[in-house]
């Protein structure tokens, strides 16, 4: 994480529990408001978010924060259909820009990013985009008003066991924070891998650390309060996927294909908000991301 995620943990931990009326930038004309997503992209602390208020959840708002990454916005335009695209220039290489489409469909919205190249040379590799999927405006959802560490009984990946929430996984406590730290006693935040991975080893400087307890396919996401309800996030090639501060979640697909110049590749990641039932989900991932790892993935877990 980026030294901009600590700033963000200063300005966002105290408002975890403060509902934030949006400064909109921009709003997307919804085609089918009853059926599709309605789009946004707004402004909190300096920080660009894009709104997603899903019909067919109560009171359903994510938001997620494009990007958390060394690159600075550079605008936003309502397309049609209800879609959004977002631009975004590289500080390294300021020639380089990363062109986001926000596209709704009933009960899922994809993310897709393109490299494009003002001036100059082609780059040989693009740094992947980090998306903060936020839950922090979804009453059913959101942490507040419980204690931090309720939030994180709720979020879950897919194990060997199938559906495992988070608190069942064995959650390392944070590098960077004192073995009594009252954020590691419950471990707030925590990174996992994919089975098919070495186990990484956290710098004494990290803002978390990696469980033990390895995902099988690449979704993370949050059930609601009264057990009705998901929200996830998925894509076809996250190397790492972690729950952090912001009631969020980080899935982290790379640039694909591999091994081909950066302008011919796609960063693509789907959110996904619909009634409480896992298979239903692993289909449509299943469906969305046909290469999408699912060796040994079951749909089922108990509590």
């Known amino acids: 994480m980026s030294n901009l995620f600590y700033l963000s943990i200063i300005i966002g931990l105290a408002g975890l529990a403060t509902a934030q009326e949006p400064n909109m930038i921009v709003t997307a004309t919804n085609p089918k408001p009853d059926e599709l997503p309605t789009l946004g992209v707004w402004e909190r602390d300096k920080l660009t978010l894009v709104s997603s208020t899903f019909p067919n959840v109560p009171e359903f708002t994510c938001d997620s924060w494009c990007y958390e990454s060394e690159m600075d916005f550079l605008g936003a335009t309502a397309l049609d259909g209800g879609r959004l695209e977002l631009r975004h220039r590289l500080r390294a290489t300021p020639n380089v820009l990363i062109v ?22 082609s780059p040989v590799g693009v740094p992947c985009p980090n998306l903060c999927w936020q839950l922090r ?15 994180v009984k709720r979020c879950f990946i897919f194990t060997r066991k199938g559906v495992t929430f988070l608190d069942q996984t064995e959650r390392r406590k944070i590098p960077v924070r004192a073995a009594d730290d009252p954020y590691n006693n419950p471990v707030w935040v925590q990174m996992y891998v994919g089975e098919w991975q070495d186990l990484p080893q956290a710098g004494p400087t990290s803002w978390a ?21 998901l929200a996830a996030i998925a894509n076809d090639s996250a190397p790492l996927m972690a729950q952090a501060w912001h009631d969020c979640m980080h899935n ?5 294909p591999p091994n081909t110049p950066p302008t011919q590749q796609l960063w693509r990641v ?16 299943a469906k969305d991301f046909p290469n999408a790892r699912h060796a040994g993935v079951g749909a089922t877990g108990e509590r």
Do not use: C
């Open 270 to 285: 789907r959110i996904y908000v619909m009634e409480n039932d896992p298979q239903a989900l692993l289909a449509r991932v």
């Open 209 to 229: 650390d990696y469980s033990p307890g390895r995902y099988t396919t690449t979704v993370i996401g949050a059930v609601s309060r009264d057990g009705k309800w």
């Open 100 to 121: 986001t489409t926000v596209t709704p469909e009933p009960g899922a919205v994809e993310f897709a990013a393109r490299v494009g190249v003002e001036t100059g040379e």
């Open 137 to 151: 405006r979804a009453p059913l959802f959101a942490s507040a008003p419980d204690p931090y560490p309720e939030f």
């Open 252 to 256: 982290n697909p790379l640039w694909l």
